[in-house]
């Protein structure tokens, strides 16, 4: 069946280095928007998606169904997909990281803190996070380096400097905004979707030796910055209404700014995680205690001002279950534990060579899938 519902927006050139533009999906092809007749078209001859992200709500839906009638009508400007180079799709503005899955929180909590509670007093009443580098965000397909820097096992007396031996992914979903905010004016919870555009699939590479070493007192550094990688696809939130499903039971009464019970924006993405092929983990995103909803309130409730081209990443996906965790430290509980490959080779961490991909779907109308595409990267040896 043609998929006329789902309609990400991309940036592409047809040859690596050509003239990039913006493409609207459609199955195995791609839609040249900046061949079509639609209002504002200056922004669709464009290497990012922001001009037409910074018009607002209105605008997108204007255009989503202008596209849908021109599809319908049939149109001549399908190019095939394979061939194509995908790009970033955004020029991103500031790129912030949650923590909001309480599954991952609490196996983290037991790894880096085994003699406190999982969870430290302040999680379950704000979405924590932090700023992270928006200039390392990269397309998939972005090989990933292997990060060098200081390392100190807690046997160690003094730290030493070389590769990261513990190079790990997080399986996460971030959120793109479009309409900008003023500064010094909160963004109400109930103002989500007038600002976020849509979604895409993350990859926030991470270096948990690096990360161990440096993250006291002010939180992730360079165990993070290194490359954080994004799919090509950002699929409209209008895109999602069959995927919405409210958050899980919060067991601790939430302040007003963040009450979402009116603005449930939990979404029902089943995630899967491949390493060199192979499925490892099947994160589900609708077990995340914080939505981006609230976390789009909590990063803008001291006044800090929105964007276009902010990228609002969900933190790491992991379910209750073993095979849900969205991280290789959690499959493999921080070396203590074994994940045996298909080939009987085992990993703690990734190794050089190592190609991750990321990919999801969602529930779309009428029983159908809508598919996110993915998210990849190969692991190269440090330099
Ligand atoms: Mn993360």
Redesign the pocket.
Known sequence: MTDHHTLPFGVFSQTPDGERRVGVRVDDTVLDVSRLDLPHAADFASSSLNAFLARGRAHWDDVRARLQALLAAGTEHLLPAQGLTLHLPIEVADYV???SSRHHAENIGRMFRPDSPPLTPNWTHLPIGYH?RSGTVAVSGTPVVRPSGQRKAPTDDVPTFGPSRRLDI?A?VGFVVGTPSDLGTPVPIGDFAEHVFGVCL?N?W?SRDLQAWEYVPLG?FLG?SFL?SVSPWVVPLAALEAARVPAPPRDTPLLPYLDDAEHPWGLDLELTVSLNGEVVSSPPFGSMYWTAAQQLAHLTVNGASLRTGDLL????VSGPQRDQRGSFIELGWGGAEVLTLADGSTRSFLEDGDVVSISATAPGPGGTRISFGEVTGEVLPAR
């Not at 990443?313 to 790491?316: I, N, Y």
């Open positions: 990281d949650f923590y992270g997080e996460e993350v926030d991470s992730p993070k954080t990443a969900s933190g790491t």
